[in-house]
């Protein structure tokens, strides 16, 4: 069994649409997964749930630091860190990647949520892509995001068109292939 961890200490950097878009894409493909959702504050669609067949675990943890988080991040397979671009994200951000670092050699996937045409987010990439190694990934600023939660869809979908669809197929299909799924 393979984990995905999905962490940043910081909340409302879109932790809980990822897992759950994970869990759109599994059950699409049919693929038997676990789903914990270890935020107590809720807001994914997916509720916890465990499968006996399972191949792959999606882990969707609190915005907060936890006693516990050094032992998630010690069993993942993958680790995705969610983002939004913003100068208030790069501290915890970068607290976050050390705390990955110190306790796993694992890929990780950083995602930039809520990605923009505006300098600050351009400015936010350049900056992280000198900072880090792994995949950096760009979900789009989408009001469909919102309404595809609304009606407990995954955006792919809801609006499979759209760039928001087009971008989170392409975060899942990154993560499969890393995963070797």
Request: hydrophobic share 40%.
């Amino acid at each position: 069994m393979k984990n995905i961890l999905i962490c940043n200490q910081k909340g409302g950097v879109g932790k809980s649409l990822i897992a759950d878009e994970l869990a759109f894409f599994f059950e699409r493909n049919k693929t038997p997964y676990n789903f914990y959702d270890l935020d107590s504050q809720g807001g994914t669609i997916h509720h916890s749930l465990k499968n006996e067949n399972a191949l792959i675990s999606v882990i969707d943890t609190p915005g907060a630091l936890q006693e516990q988080l050094a032992k998630w991040i010690k069993s993942a397979h993958l680790v995705i860190i969610p983002t939004r671009t913003t100068s208030r994200d790069i501290e915890p951000l970068k607290r976050m990647i050390n705390i990955v670092k110190a306790n796993n050699n694992c890929p990780v996937i950083y995602v930039l949520n809520a990605f923009n045409r505006f300098k600050a987010s351009n400015d936010f990439y350049e900056w992280i892509s000198n900072q880090v190694q792994g995949d950096i990934m760009k979900l789009p600023q989408s009001e469909l995001f919102v309404q595809a939660s609304a009606y407990g869809k995954s955006i792919v979908d809801y609006a499979p068109k759209s760039n928001a669809a087009i971008a989170t197929l392409e975060l899942c299909n990154r993560v499969h292939n890393i995963l070797h799924l």
